[in-house]
């Protein structure tokens, strides 16, 4: 099992910037990913950035150039900054570990609303 806690959503104005976070606790193995993905009204959960241990990171290409995924190792916590949002990053964003066990768990999600 894992507990995952996820900060930092909020309201911002477009252009906005806000910085999310995600701690894991888990007694079930080394972590090997950690990655946010993005629900918004009405659309199917979509992959935002993930970073592997080594640090090896993927972005969304809608992301790419305004979002920075970073990850502290021993501290087990992931950060998302997002810079230069818009309407279109309203989403409910949700933290995701992956185990090198392969098993995989979901934070509770936290809410982002990007609005004038």
């Known amino acids: 099992q894992a507990q995952i806690e996820e900060s930092g959503g909020g309201v911002v104005q477009p252009g906005g910037s806000l910085r999310l976070s995600c701690a894991a606790s888990t007694s079930s193995g080394a972590i090997y990913t950690m990655g946010w993905y993005r629900q918004a009204p009405g659309k199917q959960r979509e992959l935002v950035a993930t970073i592997s241990e080594d640090k090896i990171t993927t972005y969304a290409d809608s992301v790419k150039g305004r979002f920075t995924i970073s990850r502290d190792i021993a501290a087990r916590t992931a950060w998302l900054q997002m810079n230069n949002l818009n309407t279109e990053d309203t989403a409910v964003y949700y933290c995701?570990?992956?185990?090198?066990?392969?098993?995989?768990?979901w934070g509770q999600g936290t809410q982002v609303t990007v609005s004038s």
């Open positions: 995701n570990v992956e185990l090198y066990t392969s098993q995989t768990f």
